[in-house]
């Protein structure tokens, strides 16, 4: 398949060469409250993207040896409500928004 934004190529692959390219650690947040989630963890530094995904917020980390319990830490100190957050590999959707992201950076 190919990804493509405004008729130019970001990337080719399979589907699953393109999701093991993803560099980033990815987070799933469920939450009763994602727009408060989306805002505040947009503003985190250590956030390199943080995007409504169905019924929960993947949040994209900078580095990937950011551990879980430094998320779990910064939604605990800003009060921000989660039911439910697991490191999770990345659908094509989410290296989609990656490689957009990259291609502005």
Known sequence: ???????KFLT????????????KKL???KTNQPFMVLSSLRAW???FSCFAFGDAVHL???QKRTPLKEVVAY???H???DEE???IPAEIEDCFMDYILESRA
């Not at 398949?1 to 008729?7: H, K, R, S, T, V």
């Not at 589907?15 to 093991?20: G, M, T, V, Y």
């Open 75 to 77: 939604m605990a100190e």
């Open 45 to 47: 530094e250590k956030t």
């Open 85 to 87: 957050l697991l490191e």
């Open 79 to 81: 009060k921000l409500p």
């Open 12 to 23: 080719m692959g399979t589907p699953k060469e393109i999701k093991e390219n993803f560099s």
């Open 60 to 62: 994209a980390l900078r």
């Open 27 to 29: 987070i799933s947040v």
């Open 1 to 7: 398949i190919a990804l493509m934004e405004d008729g």
